[in-house]
């Protein structure tokens, strides 16, 4: 849930911690990303991924320091509690500061909801929520689109080796009379039915589960790269990108923004990191990894396949093409590999989800009665994102649009309110002397008006393309 103080967690070493973070930024995003490069041109989608690679790491070290203020406010609170008994009872011991802690350490799990509780107002609160929720949904419409189009497009048979130069649409035949679209809605309710009723529970991803599923995605991310590679090698690779086209910006922004998002699960990532002397080094690694590897595999797709047939999922684009991958055990592997992957994933979210909503509405000392706790809020969950993956499954517009909007809020609104006012609230409180030996180096106030800037001038670019593009139809 995005609220409130939970378990540290099992310790892990920084190396672990940078892994993690690996593996919780690259996932669906990654897949969709290629057809968004061949869209927008290569050297406008290299310019604007380093950018935007280097405005999330900004905001990622503005969460790690709300995290630290925040372990400090508490932990100021928490000896005050114990100076006042003090004065009651004199048998009590004194002071956390024997403890061995820094004030600014990061040693309880505190989430982006108890963070914004501590921080911003009722209404910056209920904004937050709002904002974690869209972004859920979105998060939620692209996973329950994903898996049936995977699906679907191993089924229909359509990974025939003469399918590579074939661009399908929704009313071709799959099963006699039965249609592309019929087919991916007849495995989408399949889904809905089997993955669904996990709303109305609890779910938990386990550490194997977690360890299989990063396998999976490690195997399934080199066999691609390798395979474009091999084939750009021989001389035989289709694409030909175009240098720059700004009409495939927008959706690149919003694609490229859900690519980086990590920013809602830093504590959970970080807090459990045994050394944190040098977070801030790993966090810098990590980003300039992912980023490597963003344009590597982008870069291999664009100029290894035609760009008009690139698939949304990419994986896809190896299941048709036998020129490229002429083993059909592997072809199949890289079909399903996000049926499985992707799977794991929705129980969790929906259920993270189904949490923020009870959040949002919950009254101190309130409970809700059954039927709205266990019936209503997994029904408002669920329903939603299964109704937009039922009308479209156009991930790239998905992901686009939920990037865009909610994710700009998480990546760049949130982080940066919540930087502002955590060193506006501990001032008064820890005196002017006080330093947060986490505190971001992008400390001066300016940044963080930057990224207020910077991600209002994004919404309005991206709603008046999304407005002018409508009315050219």
Not at 77 to 86: A, D, G, H, I, V
Not at 106 to 134: D, H, L, P, T
Not at 450 to 455: D, K, T
Request: with cysteine.
């Amino acid at each position: 849930m995005a609220g409130g103080i939970t378990e540290t967690g099992e310790p892990y070493s920084p190396f672990v911690g940078l892994v993690y973070m690996f593996n919780l930024i690259v996932g669906t995003g990654a897949l969709t990303m290629p057809k968004a490069f061949a869209a927008a041109g290569w050297v406008v989608s290299l310019s604007l991924i380093v950018f935007l690679a280097f405005m999330s790491y900004m905001t990622t070290t503005f969460v790690i320091e709300a995290m630290a203020a925040a372990n400090a406010q508490l932990r100021w609170k928490r000896r005050e509690q114990e100076e006042r008994k003090l004065l009651i009872c004199f048998c009590q011991s004194v002071s956390t500061e024997r403890s061995g802690h820094d004030h600014f350490d990061i040693v309880e799990r505190v989430e982006m909801g108890q963070m914004a509780s501590m921080f911003f107002n009722k209404v910056g609160v209920n904004m937050f929520y709002i904002c974690i929720i869209v972004y859920l949904y979105g998060d939620l419409a692209i996973y329950a689109a994903a898996v049936p189009i995977s699906l679907m497009e191993v089924a229909c048979g359509n990974h025939s080796c003469s399918a590579g130069s074939v661009k399908y649409n929704d009313t071709d035949a799959c099963w006699g009379s039965v249609t592309r679209k019929d087919a991916y809605r007849v495995f989408l309710s399949v889904f809905t039915l089997l993955l669904g009723p996990f709303t109305f529970f609890n779910a938990q991803k386990t550490k194997y589960l977690q360890i299989l599923t990063s396998l999976m995605r490690w195997i399934a991310f080199t066999m691609m790269i390798v395979l474009a590679l091999i084939r750009i090698g021989k001389g035989t690779g289709e694409g030909h990108p175009p240098v720059a086209s700004l009409s495939g910006v927008p959706n690149l922004f919003g694609v490229c923004v859900y690519s980086f998002m990590c920013q809602h699960s830093l504590p959970s990532l970080v807090t459990p990191i045994s050394d944190k002397k040098r977070v801030g080094s790993l966090v810098l690694a990590d980003y300039v990894l992912i980023l490597g590897f963003y344009v590597l595999l982008s870069f291999t797709a664009i100029f290894c396949f035609d760009s008009s047939l690139l698939h949304d999922m990419y994986t896809l684009n190896f299941t048709d093409n036998c020129d490229v991958l002429d083993i059909p055990v592997l072809r199949y592997f890289l079909g399903l590999f996000p049926v499985f992957t992707i799977s794991t994933n929705f129980p969790i979210i929906a259920v993270t989800l189904r949490n923020n909503w009870k959040t949002l509405f919950h009254r101190d000392g309130g409970t809700y009665p059954w039927v709205v706790d266990r019936v209503v809020f997994p029904l408002i969950t669920l329903v939603p994102p299964i109704v937009v993956a039922f009308c479209t499954h156009n991930l790239e517009t998905l992901v686009g649009i939920t990037g865009s909007y909610a994710g700009t809020g998480i990546q760049y609104v949130i982080p940066a309110f919540l930087v502002f006012f955590s060193r506006r609230h501990l001032e008064p409180v820890m005196g002017r002397d006080a330093v947060n030996k986490h505190r971001s180096p992008f400390r001066h106030a300016v940044w963080v008006w930057f990224v207020l800037l910077w991600a209002a001038f994004c919404l309005m670019f991206v709603t008046a393309n999304i407005i002018l593009t409508e009315t050219k139809k």
